[in-house]
């Protein structure tokens, strides 16, 4: 059974910074690409950050040169780091593992954050 457990989420000033944890077990972490969806009240499901192959990475338009995801493979670890945060980037935020021999994906249950203004 996968499991993803995110962490520090919380409330935050603008322009301030943010780093989301994501402890992963349960799975073979190199058989997974770790990601980053965000959801914001009202709105749709909004990938963030995600690895695509190895180390590669890919972010959403709305983030890029403020938002770096990393990882630990000897800790099962995946990062957000959140900066220069805006009002606009409030959402739950899913860590995300995309098994690649099963093509399934598995979700945390999400950590909030709200960004002030």
């Known amino acids: 059974q996968v499991q993803l457990v995110e962490s520090g989420g919380g409330l935050v000033q603008a322009g301030g910074s943010l780093r989301l944890s994501c402890a992963v077990s349960g799975t073979i972490f190199s058989l997974n690409l770790m990601g980053w969806t965000r959801q914001a009240p009202g709105k749709q499901r909004e990938l963030v950050a995600t690895?695509?192959?190895?180390?590669?990475?890919d972010y959403a338009d709305s983030v890029k040169g403020r938002f770096a995801i990393s990882k630990d493979n000897t800790k099962n670890m995946v990062y957000l780091q959140m900066d220069s945060l805006k009002p606009e980037d409030t959402a739950v935020y899913y860590c995300?593992?995309?098994?690649?021999?099963?093509?399934?994906?598995?979700w945390g249950l999400g950590t909030q954050v709200t960004v002030s203004s």
């Open positions: 995300t593992a995309k098994n690649v021999r099963y093509m399934t994906t598995s």
């Open positions: 690895f695509t192959s190895g180390r590669s990475t």
